[in-house]
């Protein structure tokens, strides 16, 4: 796919989907813009890996729950590329537990991150996006946001919740050349998922109909599809890549 002349926006660029996703936009020529939350050497080490590639990159430190680092992120990349073309907003965590040992810091801080995340970020973009007359969307929702998934009722309304936005701001924004859409990935073998038990890992491949995890590369390709001119007439669907498991 060709990002030629493109400015990309990836938060959470710094390690697992958001880092491939970089590199998936940069082999296509994307300038791209990551944001990380605290990890500053992985997010260097993704700026290296981008260039090496031969695109540009830039690390910006943002915590996409506050409005002002997020307009910061958004200015940075416009300072430094004068354009934003691709929004993909893929920051996120998860603090799981079951719902009555679920505390409110643990509901508030997921929806904070994954879902006022993405509301910010898409808040910040759009007007340039519908002055420009183009613009890509592509947020990262997931299979627990589509069939639920005990001990994450902070997660899955959280991902949910991006779908609901997706498909609203795809309906606000079409007439205008932009587009907005959602991948739903399913178990991806990136940092988020390292910390399950070997028993929770080995059910979640036992409900795989390709019988494997996900590779943080699967989405990263799904991610650039969505993000590419190719996808002009496709807007406000939810793409799931997670070898069969959601259907
Ligand atoms: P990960 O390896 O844990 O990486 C999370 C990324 O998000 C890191 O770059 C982190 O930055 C950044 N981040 C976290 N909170 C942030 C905040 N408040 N502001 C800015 N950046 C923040 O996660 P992943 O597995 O790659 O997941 C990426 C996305 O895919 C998430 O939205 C996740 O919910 C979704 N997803 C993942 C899976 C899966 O199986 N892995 C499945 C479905 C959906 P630092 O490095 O600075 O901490």
New binding site residues.
């Given amino acids: 796919m060709d990002f030629t002349g493109k400015t990309a926006i990836v938060?959470?660029?710094?390690?697992?989907?958001?880092r491939a996703v970089c590199l998936e936009l940069a082999k296509g020529g994307a300038n791209v813009v990551l944001?990380?939350?605290?990890?500053e050497a992985?997010a260097q080490e993704t700026v290296r890996a981008v260039e090496a590639l031969g695109a540009k990159a830039l690390a910006v430190h943002?915590?996409?729950?506050d409005s002002a680092q997020v307009n910061g992120l958004t200015g940075a990349a416009t300072a430094a590329f004068g354009q934003i073309d691709i929004l993909v907003n893929?920051?996120?965590?998860t603090r799981d537990n079951l719902l009555m040992r679920m505390s409110e810091a643990e509901f508030d801080a997921v929806i904070a991150?994954?879902l006022k995340?993405a509301f910010l970020c898409m808040k910040a973009v759009s007007r340039l996006m519908l002055k420009q007359r183009y613009g890509r969307i592509v947020n990262?929702s997931?299979v627990v946001g589509l069939r639920g998934n005990a001990g994450q009722v902070n997660y899955a309304a959280s991902k949910a919740g991006v779908i609901g936005m997706t498909k609203s701001l795809a309906k606000e924004l079409a007439a205008r050349g932009v587009t907005v859409n959602a991948v739903a990935?399913?178990?991806?073998e990136?940092?988020?998922?390292a910390v399950l038990s070997d028993a929770a890992r080995a059910a979640a491949q036992g409900g795989i109909p390709m019988g494997r995890l996900g590779a943080?590369e699967d989405v990263a390709k799904a991610v650039a599809f969505l993000a590419s001119d190719e996808t002009a007439y496709i807007t406000g669907q939810v793409l799931a890549v997670d070898g069969g498991m959601a259907m």
Wanted: charged residues 10%; aromatic residues 6%; contains cysteine.
């Fill in positions: 938060t959470g660029g710094s390690r697992g989907i958001g944001c990380y939350a605290g990890n992985a943002c915590d996409v729950s893929n920051a996120g965590i991150a994954n995340g990262l997931s990935p399913g178990f991806i990136t940092d988020m998922t943080p």
